[in-house]
């Protein structure tokens, strides 16, 4: 699509469909802004009342256009856009753009006329953008189609960032940001619902373009994820960061989605964890959004190694250091050479640390400002640097413009220059040192360093990626249609010895069909042993009296049996068992949750996290990609907030996590490598020094062959 796209954002003639002479209309709009761009191609004009606009002649229809205009624009309503495109298509026109709304974000008759245009741009193979769109500006060659009223944008000589959102209004917020800081915009599209050109087109048109350094993205759904994902690794090898923001988190955000651009989001939480998986920058808040992209303007490809704190307050120093931990941003001891340097510029009080506060040296000698900084700046501890000061009186500002500003300018590294205060008024040389210098300028030192642990954990993810490879191990399994041909939720007891079959530990034990099999099989494994009531239907059995622990000899299991026996039959009447299954009961440990799922859009991602009941009540867990390897997985566990507990918490002894690490790759394994599998959840995995064993296990498959039918 990156050729089609070449006639839509660097078109050499343009049609606007619908124009008059009204002063409001949408096709003014649009005149208006190539005039002001000076556009020096062929504009033609269509309109059904006027036979000239503004001194341009204009033509009744677009069978009178010349053949093969580049790009038409439809500033037309929607009921005469269908019938405009097929005749746009019968004057080769090679793009088309489409502002009308009324389509898939309307309902389903709206998604039926969206479907239309879709099959009438194939059938005459156009590029069409939109509907429901306010079209697209390209800044670097002076093309606005768009009804918006915009300026031509200085900025854009340079390579830039490119904007690609589904709504019109936070393109134009991702751009205003840009521009409020001076920054090179390269494109910024808005591309609607998407019935033909999806925001993945126009990523990897920004991809293959030279003018193109970060791409800034806004998603409301991402449509076609897998090749989402294979962009992400190209932009990753083109060296160029995507930054994404993306709704979804909450249910009621999905469903304003629906209702706004036809979106059908996907699972956010398995989205998100791909997407970093592959080191596209997931913002969390449009705040960041904006904050991370003049970082990484500057430095596409940060470092992997924490971040260098500087100020000249002992209060801004502990806001720090809790913001930190808060954003799990790693604040790295200074080197030695570092530590001795900076000694000997400040007095004995002031500790030589990270983060620094150089105390009140600067009001002295204000040059000492920039001397510090470039030692702190120069340490290989830190691939990062943030300078948070004060404004103070306008000569201190001064001093700042002179000496503060040039310094982090200097730095080879991922910088920031934060001048607190909020809204406090600044110094004109302050402003336009900061400025000049292209040095990222914040207000707020909290978004400063939620923006450079984005920054930080996306140059992690570059080298991580750099290090690692893809697992592509297949699980030895017997195929899913042969254990389990009736597919669905499938009985614990047969999911775990599937499962088994594939390396997974589980107790010793087997199923009972009645009370004295129960007994030769405790006999067998040995007491204490655990009961549980097996059944398709019964995925969660101690919700129905179904389990039975610590049974320590043959009469206290003769006597559970009648229990569970009496609890289940109480709970769930009419639910026929397929038997009791008997364990030796699990060792002491961690009770850790091991689980995939396979979301229909985004494919598998495993999780794993704390456990047993804790899992529903702290959701510690951590998503990865089902081919992530034993070094990911273990890099995972260490981000848990119970990471603690696994290390050994209070004399306990460590987890086996390399243990762990296997557990979780085979299940990835096995999402990978068996389609049909769902969804695995091994709730609990109780973990100790001496490895891992699987208390319980749910597999849910696809339905079986009669169930397809």
């Given at each position: 699509m990156t050729s089609s796209l070449t006639s839509l954002l660097q078109p050499r003639s343009i049609a606007i469909v619908g124009v008059s002479a009204e002063a409001r209309s949408l096709g003014g709009f649009v005149l208006d802004n190539l005039e002001r761009f000076g556009y020096a191609g062929d504009i033609h004009l269509v309109s059904r009342n006027a036979t000239e606009v503004r001194g341009r002649p204009c033509v009744k229809s677009v069978s009178e256009l010349p053949e093969g205009v580049d790009v038409a624009v439809l500033t037309i309503p929607e009921s005469a856009v269908l019938a405009t495109l097929h005749e746009c298509g019968a004057r080769g026109v090679r793009s088309v753009v489409v502002f009308a709304a009324g389509y898939a974000e309307a309902g389903e008759e709206g998604r039926r006329k969206q479907d239309a245009l879709a099959a009438a741009a194939a059938r005459h193979g156009i590029a069409l953008a939109g509907p429901n769109c306010m079209g697209l500006t390209n800044f670097r060659d002076g093309i606005p189609l768009t009804f918006e009223t915009v300026?031509?944008?200085?900025?854009?000589?340079?390579?830039?960032?490119?904007?690609?959102?589904?709504?019109?209004?936070?393109?134009?917020?991702?751009?205003?940001?840009?521009i409020g800081r001076g920054l090179p915009i390269t494109c910024a599209v808005s591309t609607g619902n998407e019935a033909v050109l999806t925001l993945e087109d126009y990523i990897e048109h920004f991809i293959a373009d030279r003018s193109t350094r970060v791409i800034a993205v806004y998603a409301e759904q991402i449509r076609r994820p897998q090749k989402f994902l294979e962009l992400a690794r190209q932009a990753r090898e083109a060296g160029k960061p995507i930054v994404l923001s993306?709704?979804?988190?909450?249910?009621?955000?999905?469903?304003?989605?629906?209702?706004?651009?036809?979106?059908?989001?996907?699972?956010?939480?398995?989205?998100?964890?791909?997407?970093?998986?592959?080191?596209?920058?997931?913002?969390?808040?449009?705040?960041?959004?904006?904050?991370?992209?003049?970082?990484?303007?500057?430095?596409?490809?940060?470092?992997?190694?924490?971040?260098?704190?500087?100020?000249g307050s002992g209060a801004m120093k502990n806001v720090a250091l809790d913001l930190a931990?808060?954003?799990?941003?790693?604040?790295?001891?200074?080197?030695?050479?570092?530590?001795?340097?900076?000694?000997?510029?400040?007095?004995?009080?002031?500790?030589?640390?990270?983060?620094?506060?150089?105390?009140?040296?600067a009001v002295r000698d204000p040059a000492l400002m920039g001397t510090l900084i470039d030692a702190v700046a120069a340490d290989p501890q830190c691939g990062c640097l943030i300078v948070s000061?004060?404004?103070?009186?306008?000569?201190?500002?001064?001093?700042?413009?002179?000496?503060?500003?040039?310094?982090?300018?200097?730095?080879?590294?991922?910088?920031?220059?934060?001048?607190?205060?909020?809204?406090?008024?600044?110094?004109?040389?302050?402003?336009?040192?900061?400025?000049?210098?292209?040095?990222?300028?914040?207000?707020?030192?909290?978004?400063?360093?939620?923006?450079?642990?984005?920054?930080?954990?996306?140059?992690?993810?570059?080298?991580?990626?750099?290090?690692?490879?893809?697992?592509?191990?297949?699980?030895?399994?017997?195929?899913?249609?042969?254990?389990?041909p009736e597919g669905g939720t499938v009985a614990e007891y047969r999911g775990k010895a599937w499962l088994a079959q594939a390396g997974l530990p589980v107790p010793r034990g087997a199923l009972a069909t009645d009370v004295e099999a129960a007994v030769h099989i405790a006999r067998d494994i040995g007491y204490p042993v655990v009961i549980k009531a097996q059944?398709?239907?019964?995925?969660?059995?101690?919700?129905?009296?179904?389990?039975?622990?610590?049974?320590?000899?043959?009469?206290?299991?003769?006597a559970a049996w009648d229990r569970l026996v009496a609890n289940v039959k109480q709970a769930r009447p009419g639910l026929v068992l397929d038997g009791v299954l008997v364990e030796a009961m699990g060792r002491k440990g961690v009770e850790l949750v091991v689980g995939a799922r396979r979301d229909p859009l985004w494919g598998p991602v495993v999780i794993v996290g704390l456990g047993g009941v804790w899992i529903e009540v702290l959701k510690d867990?951590?998503?990865?990609?089902?081919?992530?390897?034993?070094?990911?997985?273990?890099?995972?566990?260490?981000?848990?907030?119970?990471?603690a507990m696994l290390k050994g918490l209070r004399g306990q002894p460590p987890v086996d996590l390399r243990a762990v690490a296997r557990v979780v790759t085979l299940v990835g394994d096995v999402m990978r490598t068996v389609p049909q599998v769902r969804e695995i959840d091994i709730n609990p995995v109780m973990a100790s020094e001496d490895g891992v064993v699987a208390l319980d296990a749910l597999v849910v498959c696809d339905p079986g062959e009669e169930g397809q039918a």
């Open positions: 300026d031509r944008y200085p900025g854009s000589e340079v390579p830039g960032v490119s904007i690609v959102a589904q709504s019109g209004a936070m393109a134009n917020n991702i751009r205003e940001s840009l993306m709704i979804g988190r909450s249910e009621r955000a999905r469903e304003a989605a629906q209702s706004h651009t036809g979106a059908l989001t996907g699972d956010y939480a398995t989205a998100c964890a791909l997407l970093r998986a592959e080191a596209v920058v997931v913002t969390e808040t449009i705040d960041e959004l904006f904050d991370v992209l003049p970082i990484l303007l500057r430095h596409p490809q940060p470092p992997d190694a924490g971040l260098a704190f500087v100020t931990q808060d954003l799990g941003l790693d604040l790295p001891a200074f080197t030695d050479a570092t530590v001795q340097a900076l000694q000997a510029m400040l007095p004995g009080y002031a500790v030589s640390e990270n983060p620094l506060d150089y105390t009140t040296v000061q004060m404004g103070g009186s306008a000569m201190n500002q001064r001093d700042k413009a002179q000496y503060m500003v040039p310094a982090v300018a200097r730095a080879d590294k991922p910088a920031a220059l934060v001048i607190m205060g909020d809204d406090g008024p600044l110094a004109p040389e302050l402003l336009q040192a900061a400025r000049d210098s292209g040095v990222p300028f914040f207000r707020s030192p909290d978004r400063a360093m939620r923006a450079m642990a984005l920054v930080r954990a996306y140059g992690r993810a570059l080298q991580e990626l750099r290090q690692e490879g893809r697992r592509t191990q297949a699980a030895s399994l017997p195929p899913v249609r042969e254990a389990f059944a398709a239907a019964l995925p969660h059995k101690s919700d129905a009296g179904g389990v039975i622990v610590g049974i320590a000899d043959e009469a206290a299991l003769r867990v951590r998503l990865l990609p089902a081919d992530a390897d034993e070094a990911q997985v273990l890099r995972e566990l260490d981000r848990l907030k119970a990471a």
